[in-house]
Nanobody, 125 residues
Framework: QVQLVESGGGLVQAGGSLRLSCAAS????????MAWFRQAPGKEREFVAAINWSGARTSYTDSVKGRFTVSRDNAKNTVYLQMNSLKPEDTAVYYC??????????????????WGQGTQVTVSS
């Protein structure tokens, strides 16, 4: 069983930056596609970014392209999300998950396992 712990969230002004971390324990995640999702109050969990096992391939939802960067350190069993030029609409709880199957990047929450507790990101205008 793997546990994921997200951290790094907080309150930031619009235009600011945050770096989220997703630390895994109990099993190596080096062979898996990892993704970040976010969920705002009253909304469904939505895909933000994903990274393949080596870090050579990434995918982003259109609204964060050019502002967010996903990366990983397999030696530390950790995935990161660098968020720059933050906007109020980025406010949400951010989660990381493990893609259930190999192959193309998936973008629906039910295709991922082992969610952590999430970390709150609040961007003030």
């Amino acid at each position: 069983q793997v546990q994921l712990v997200e951290s790094g969230g907080g309150l930031v002004q619009a235009g600011g930056s945050l770096r989220l971390s997703c630390a895994a324990s109990g099993r190596t995640i080096s062979n898996y596609i990892m993704a970040w999702f976010r969920q705002a109050p009253g909304k469904e969990r939505e895909f933000v970014a994903a990274i393949n096992w080596s870090g050579a391939r990434t995918s982003y939802t259109d609204s964060v392209k050019g502002r967010f960067t996903v990366s990983r350190d397999n030696a530390k069993n950790t995935v990161y999300l660098q968020m720059n030029s933050l906007k109020p609409e980025d406010t949400a709880v951010y989660y990381c998950g493990i893609q259930r199957v190999a192959g193309p990047f998936k973008t629906l929450a039910y295709e991922f396992d082992y969610w952590g507790q999430g970390t709150q990101v609040t961007v003030s205008s």
